[in-house]
Antibody
Framework: EVQLVESGGGLVQPGGSLRLSCAASGFTFSSYWMSWVRQAPGKGLEWVAN????????YYVDSVKGRFTISRDNAKNSLYLQMNSLRAEDTAVYYCASGYEYWGQGTLVTVSS | SYELTQPPSVSVSPGQTARITCSGD??????AYWYQQKPGQAPVLVIYKDSERPSGIPERFSGSSSGTTVTLTISGVQAEDEADYYCQSADSSGTHEVFGGGTKLTVL
């Protein structure tokens, strides 16, 4: 059974940092592009970043470029999102997704003082 | 930045056909993907590569493409199909993904 389990969310003050993790199992993690997608409360889905199978290519939505870093560890079947200089508008449920088919259940990030 | 445009809402009666459109300049070049999302749940892929249906998705879900518009069609809509639906695709370079704004399907 395919599983993607996000962790690391929580409450953080504006300007702070968080590192999200996504543990993958049940499929060949190293064969898939991986993505982070977020959803602000009551809003639609927003693609945040993605990373190629070997980590050699990474792309970001303009609003997080220079603040967020996506990475992966294929030996640990894990995906990460380092989020720095967080803003109130980064408040959202963050999902990790493999290719297009598999999604985790999400982890909530709240940026507030 | 690149955008995909969906109608905010679509309403149909049970048993009728619902059509949800998604428009974007790069759609002739990039595949589209459709997701169903119910409240409090993660999105579920219902159509990939414009018109392919993943295993486990009912046959009443289908997708099509014409020029700069892709369409999700749900034939014989059931009450359980009430949800938000999102299209996803990439910009012309294929490097940056984007989602449409979402369409709320209401089953009357």
């Amino acid at each position: 059974e395919v599983q993607l389990v996000e962790s690391g969310g929580g409450l953080v003050q504006p300007g702070g940092s968080l590192r999200l993790s996504c543990a993958a199992s049940g499929f060949t993690f190293s064969s898939y592009w991986m993505s982070w997608v977020r959803q602000a409360p009551g809003k639609g889905l927003e693609w945040v970043a993605n990373i190629k199978q070997d980590g050699s290519e990474k792309y970001y939505v303009d609003s997080v470029k220079g603040r967020f870093t996506i990475s992966r560890d294929n030996a640990k079947n894990s995906l990460y999102l380092q989020m720095n200089s967080l803003r109130a508008e980064d408040t959202a449920v963050y999902y990790c997704a493999s290719g297009y088919e598999y999604w985790g259940q999400g982890t909530l990030v709240t940026v507030s003082s | 930045s690149y955008e995909l445009t969906q109608p905010p809402s679509v309403s149909v009666s049970p048993g009728q056909t619902a059509r949800i459109t998604c428009s974007g300049d790069a759609l002739p070049k990039q595949y589209a993907y459709w997701y169903q999302q119910k409240p409090g749940q993660a999105p579920v892929l219902v159509i990939y590569k414009d018109s392919e249906r993943p295993s486990g998705i009912p046959e009443r879900f289908s997708g099509s493409s014409s020029g700069t518009t892709v369409t999700l069609t749900i034939s014989g809509v059931q009450a359980e199909d009430e949800a938000d639906y999102y299209c996803q695709s990439a910009d012309s370079s294929g490097t940056h993904e984007v989602f449409g704004g979402g369409t709320k399907l209401t089953v009357l």
